[in-house]
């Protein structure tokens, strides 16, 4: 493993796992629709473009041996064509490509997402199905894809699908921000009884995931054709801890309550009714929104363990890096 694609490079995940690859003092370019400064800095070349430009990625897998794919049309609003084109035929090109040039492995960055079902998931395994009834088109796209990914794996190349739960941590611009600005705009609520436990999965392990079964596929080959959840390996009640972060930032917890029955209503309401007026702008409330804040879903974490995983940031250490990243930043109000 020497010669090294990322696409989404410039993402949350992208961008950690691009700084480690250089660490590392591999070749690494960066696939994507604008320069990324960033991971220029890091020494990765960018190249810019769509992945659903067939040309495009052919081109740029040229003298590639392993891709790691990570980009994908994210959130939970939005035109079906997007998420299809960006999560589907995006990931069809990427394949594509690699058999065309001759990559030998692909890493795809998948989501517990595709297994979300309408029940808790209490430490299932990768065994659960894909979810029936998908109530997203993030979701429905992120099944299709993993599956394409899984069923490309051959000799020629190799293939493998991480599932990285609630990724978070310092440079997030996701699942932190979103929770910071709902929170101090009043806008969660706590769907459900507020007992449910969830995964959460801290930055660097998820980056040493990633590498982790780059490595395996350049050796024994076990994660060939295979899909992993990823961890810390430690559920937490969301809730209380949702409300520990906005503690260490000085915001008020959550205390407001809805359940999970009248928000999974209000979510089919709202979706309706952005539909029906075609807005851009995601609902406040949606069924898959409701599921994942009034659920559980944690899960077994127990077959990527028997390939030498193990969280080396716990949780409390990596709260700790979270909250004086956001302290540098000036996100953190005063006491």
């Not at 029940?119 to 894909?130: F, I, K, R, W």
């Amino acid at each position: 493993m020497n010669k090294i694609a990322v696409t989404g490079g410039g993402g949350f995940i992208g961008l950690a796992l691009v700084k480690a690859l250089r660490k590392r003092k591999l070749q690494v370019r960066v696939l994507g629709r604008h320069r990324y400064s960033q991971a220029e800095q890091y020494g990765a070349r960018c190249l810019v473009g769509d992945i659903r430009d067939q040309r495009f990625v052919r081109n740029c897998l040229e003298g590639v041996d392993t891709v790691f794919h990570v980009a994908a049309k994210a959130g939970i609003w939005g035109p079906w064509r997007e998420y299809f084109g960006i999560n589907v035929s995006g990931t069809a090109n990427i394949l594509a490509a690699c058999l065309h040039n001759r990559v030998k492995r692909l890493v795809y960055t998948s989501t517990p997402s595709v297994v979300f079902g309408g029940l808790d998931l209490e430490g299932v395994d990768e065994s659960v199905p894909y979810a029936a009834r998908p109530l997203c088109h993030y979701q429905r796209t992120k099944i299709l894809a993993e599956k394409l990914v899984l069923a490309a794996n051959q000799d020629q190349l190799l293939t493998t699908a991480i599932r990285p739960h609630l990724v978070w941590g310092p440079g997030d611009t996701n699942l932190i921000p979103r929770l910071i600005t709902r929170g101090r705009t009043g806008r969660l609520r706590i769907v459900g009884q507020g007992t449910n436990r969830v995964d959460i999965s801290y930055i660097d392990n998820v980056v040493a995931a990633h590498l982790l079964l780059a490595q395996d596929l350049a050796g024994h080959g076990r994660s060939a054709g295979r899909a992993f959840f990823v961890s810390q390996g430690d559920p937490v009640a969301l809730w209380p801890w949702i409300n520990g972060l906005f503690h260490r930032l000085h915001m008020e917890p959550v205390n407001k309550r809805i359940s999970l029955r009248t928000a999974w209503f209000t979510g089919l309401l709202m979706e309706a009714y952005h539909g029906l007026l075609s807005r851009q702008k995601e609902p406040l409330m949606t069924r898959f929104l409701a599921e994942q804040l009034g659920r559980s879903h944690w899960f077994s974490i127990g077959r990527i363990r028997k390939l030498g995983y193990h969280p080396e940031i716990d949780t409390t250490t990596g709260m700790n890096r979270l909250v004086a990243w956001l302290t540098a930043k000036g996100k953190i109000e005063p006491a």
